[in-house]
Structures are given as structure tokens and as C-alpha cells.
């Protein structure tokens, strides 16, 4: 009876560990860093695992389509294009969470991206990024004060903007008024795009 204890007391002991490696995740040698391991579904439907970000610098943006702040779209796709080569990844992250500014199908989205604005950049499909059950995880980490003490506090509005430095930290967050080509975002990406992996 004591040998059966202590099998379940070992078995509950590996229930626990597995999840927390799979948090850990692995890519290459390298620990995937807890910002970016997780998977969520692109604007296309398709799986879309963060972790392929891993060492560069990431720009995750709450957009909508009928915004005052959409004309931001326009700097995002211009700041990717200018800095995607040394590493520079922007993440249009659609959500419906104020004054229903983005009602639009996945495949509305799309098509309003690539026809006004041209947008190139990744997108993800439309998800919940305010306080709530269906808060999508990413942003759980993003705002939580255990994980992104720094910079936590629920999104205000939309177009606001975390980046991520090439080491996994989240290294600033810019407000929705904060244009993409403005001098403090300007420089902000690039101080981080000269640091090494």
C-alpha cells in the first residue's frame, strides 16, 4: 500500500512538471521566452506559433478598422518595412473591444488591411484583449503585473503598442496616440534592434 502511494505521489509530482516544461519550451538550444510561447490562430485561420519570433524584435499592436487611430495602419506597415530585414516583426492583433470599432469578419479584416493600407505584416484572427473570460492569453501576459511589471495595466484603447526586445523582454508600450514613425517609437525599436540576440 505504501509502494502505491508513492507511485501516485510520484506520478502527481510529473502531472505537475510537464505543463511547466511545456511553458519552457524549447526552440533550438535556447529557452523560448514566456511572451512568445504561445499559439494562437492567424487572420487566415492557420496556426500561428509565436515562438518563430524568438530573437527578433516584436511590436504587438491591438488594431480595429473603424477607429480614429486606423490611419496608423499606414506607419505600421512603413516601420515594417523599413526595419523587417534587421529583424523587426509587427503583430496586428484585431479586437472588437471598444465601442465595437472592429465588427468585421477574419476575412473582412484582411481584405480592409491589404486594400487601404497594404498590410504585409502578420495578423492575427479577431480575440479579446481587455479583462474578461475571453481575454486571450498573449494579453494576459502582457498587462499582468506578475509577468510584465514594468509595463502592466489593462489596454485603454486601441493602437496601443508592447515591444518586445530580442531577448523576450517586454521592453516599452507605447499608447494609442503614439504614432508608428513618431521619434520615441522610432528610436525605441531601433536601440533594440542593435542589440545582439
Not at 114 to 143: C, N, Q, R
Amino acid at each position: 500500500m505504501r509502494t502505491l502511494g508513492a507511485l501516485l505521489a510520484a506520478v502527481a509530482v510529473l502531472s505537475l512538471c510537464i505543463p511547466l516544461a511545456r511553458a519552457e519550451g524549447k526552440k533550438g538550444d535556447k529557452k523560448v521566452p514566456a511572451v512568445l510561447n504561445f499559439k494562437m490562430k492567424g487572420i487566415d485561420g492557420k496556426e500561428v506559433d509565436l515562438s518563430q519570433y524568438q530573437g527578433k524584435v516584436v511590436l504587438f499592436v491591438n488594431v480595429a478598422s473603424k477607429c480614429g487611430y486606423t490611419p496608423q495602419y499606414k506607419g505600421l506597415q512603413a516601420l515594417y518595412e523599413k526595419y523587417k530585414d534587421q529583424g523587426l516583426v509587427v503583430v496586428g492583433v484585431p479586437a472588437n473591444d471598444f465601442n465595437k470599432q472592429e465588427p468585421g469578419t477574419d476575412a473582412e479584416i484582411a481584405k480592409f488591411c491589404e486594400s487601404k493600407y497594404g498590410v504585409t505584416f502578420p495578423m492575427l484572427a479577431k480575440v479579446s484583449t481587455i479583462v474578461g473570460d475571453d481575454k486571450v492569453p498573449l494579453y494576459k501576459h502582457l498587462t499582468s503585473k506578475d509577468t510584465d511589471p514594468k509595463f502592466a495595466g489593462e489596454v485603454k484603447w486601441n493602437f496601443t503598442k508592447f515591444l518586445i526586445g530580442r531577448n523576450g523582454d517586454i521592453v516599452n508600450r507605447f499608447d494609442s496616440k503614439v504614432k508608428p514613425d513618431s521619434d520615441e517609437m522610432t528610436k525605441a525599436i531601433e536601440d533594440e534592434l542593435a542589440k545582439k540576440k
